[in-house]
């Protein structure tokens, strides 16, 4: 065992999968885990050289993936649809945690030790460009991380670790438990094995999986009386629903849509959005999702109160969208969805994007000031400014105020003061004379200290929006 000052000193962190020799490189456990009031299984593979890793999760309609090849972040849903993440900070978030199962490098961290314990030590651990710190509690007497705590994203984990054993030369925690404000998860390792090698892709997201039938391209009327685009959406052969189509959420049914279509419910989970609390979560499975004369299998939906516009029943977004390019176009009030974007026969450059979380990301600008801007079509406002952004920038001292602002959505409601710039910049189209929502909330979605803002469709809604998750660009057209 290596003692904690001696961790600090010679690792970027100190390590949780611990070997004493170099014979084992490979590490694959199985576990039983809960979370979400979910029971299910776990395969974990690690490669102790490199801290790449997947873990393959069985939870019904929770079940999931999610891996580190080196290079690419990536997770999958119960249906098995990749998603790559884009946003530079979660992507180098697990780059600094990949340094605790092997990772040397190129990202190197600030280590100091930060108090503790006469039985343990506290390391904060500092990766330039991070947005927040990671702190590591080390048993003082073998070694042991007891506990991680990350403070990036704007979101707090803290995940401890117990009941380590030594299986063959190798250290491993055989209980974990992390604590966030949506709940608690656990992990109960079972069995342990090394495998001598593993295939190139071991690591490497899977495929996207076959379930989508529909023709080239499919027109949704928007609903009237709606800026944001509400469109009809059928689940199963259940009547008409209307769905708002929004690139900041995931399928999602209001519980009163979801007692119309008879849909067995489990899971006992929390979800947060812009407000700053949480509301309960259940989950359903279905078996299609008609969109038109296209179809979507097998899809698993939230139930909560979304807090969505009255008279809609729940949200349609990333899943979707990962399966189908879309045009919003605001002024003929349609969506236009085609399982290839060449379909549209666009001829315009793309602006380049990229995925923070399953949201569209972009370059960006506010008067000049440089960063990162989500496109939400489930936002009817110009452009909310991020309370971490606004503080940073001392914009409420930079702006001349026009009064309080906010809005309601999933947690409640967002606290604001309404401004006005003179630019914004969404990649290389500029708009000018923009209200701006200047946000000062302590939680919530727009408390984010990885993005400028979160632009809405009252900005980008004067343009043809083209979104093309496969190829990681878009385009705002003039009409």
């Given at each position: 065992m290596i003692h904690a000052a001696a961790a600090a000193a010679a690792f970027d962190v100190p390590q949780l999968i611990r070997r004493a020799g170099a014979q084992h490189r490979f590490v694959e456990w199985k576990s039983d885990v809960t979370f979400a009031g979910l029971r299910g299984t776990s395969v974990s593979l690690v490669d102790l050289a490199t801290g790449r890793s997947v873990e393959r999760v069985r939870a019904g309609p929770l079940s999931s993936s999610s891996g580190f090849d080196g290079e690419t972040v990536w997770s999958a849903d119960a249906s098995g649809m990749p998603l790559v993440e884009g946003n530079a900070d979660a992507r180098l978030d697990t780059f600094a945690n990949a340094h605790f199962i092997g990772r040397r490098g190129p990202e190197r961290a600030i280590t100091t030790s930060s108090g503790g314990t006469a039985a343990t030590t506290r390391i904060h651990v500092r990766f330039a460009g991070l947005s927040g710190p990671i702190d590591v509690t080390v048993e003082r007497a073998n070694g042991c991380i007891r506990t991680i705590v990350d403070d990036t994203g704007g979101e707090r984990s803290d995940e401890r670790f117990s009941d380590y054993r030594r299986i063959d030369g190798v250290d491993i925690p055989f209980a974990s438990n992390v604590h966030t404000r949506y709940g608690d998860s656990?992990?109960?390792?079972?069995?342990?094995?090394?495998?001598?090698?593993?295939?190139?892709?071991?690591?490497?997201?899977?495929?996207?999986?076959?379930?989508?039938?529909?023709?080239?391209?499919?027109?949704?009327?928007?609903?009237?009386?709606?800026?944001?685009?509400?469109?009809?959406?059928?689940?199963?052969?259940?009547?008409?629903?209307?769905?708002?189509?929004?690139?900041?959420?995931?399928?999602?049914?209001?519980?009163?849509?979801?007692?119309?279509?008879?849909?067995?419910?489990?899971?006992?989970?929390?979800?947060?959005?812009?407000?700053?609390?949480?509301?309960?979560?259940?989950?359903?499975?279905?078996?299609?999702?008609?969109?038109?004369?296209?179809?979507?299998?097998?899809?698993?939906?939230?139930?909560?109160?979304?807090?969505?516009?009255?008279?809609?029943?729940?949200?349609?977004g990333c899943e979707m969208l990962l399966r189908f390019a879309a045009r919003f176009d605001f002024r003929a009030r349609r969506v236009d969805l085609a399982r290839d974007v060449a379909s549209f026969g666009i001829t315009a450059p793309p602006i380049a994007m990229r995925l923070s979380g399953c949201q569209p990301q972009i370059d960006g600008a506010l008067d000049g000031m440089r960063g990162p801007i989500a496109i939400d079509t489930g936002s009817g406002a110009d452009l909310d400014v991020m309370s971490p952004f606004v503080a940073q920038r001392r914009l409420l001292n930079r702006y001349a105020l026009l009064g309080p602002a906010g809005g309601r959505g999933i947690g409640g409601w967002s606290s604001a003061f309404l401004a006005r710039a003179r630019s914004v910049q969404l990649g290389p189209v500029t708009f000018t004379n923009v209200p701006i929502e200047l946000n000062v909330g302590a939680s919530g979605a727009f408390h984010d200290p990885t993005q400028l803002g979160n632009a809405g469709v009252r900005l980008f809604g004067t343009k043809t929006t083209v979104l093309d998750y496969a190829g990681n660009r878009m385009w705002l057209l003039s009409p």
């Open positions: 656990s992990e109960r390792v079972r069995t342990v094995g090394f495998p001598t090698a593993v295939a190139d892709d071991a690591f490497a997201p899977p495929d996207a999986p076959d379930d989508v039938v529909s023709p080239r391209i499919v027109s949704l009327p928007m609903s009237p009386g709606y800026r944001v685009p509400v469109v009809p959406v059928r689940i199963d052969d259940g009547p008409v629903l209307h769905l708002l189509f929004d690139t900041g959420g995931s399928t999602t049914l209001n519980p009163e849509a979801a007692r119309r279509l008879h849909l067995p419910l489990v899971g006992d989970d929390r979800t947060g959005g812009i407000g700053p609390s949480v509301v309960p979560t259940r989950y359903a499975s279905v078996a299609a999702v008609r969109l038109g004369a296209a179809v979507v299998r097998n899809q698993t939906f939230a139930v909560l109160d979304s807090g969505a516009f009255p008279g809609t029943d729940g949200i349609i």
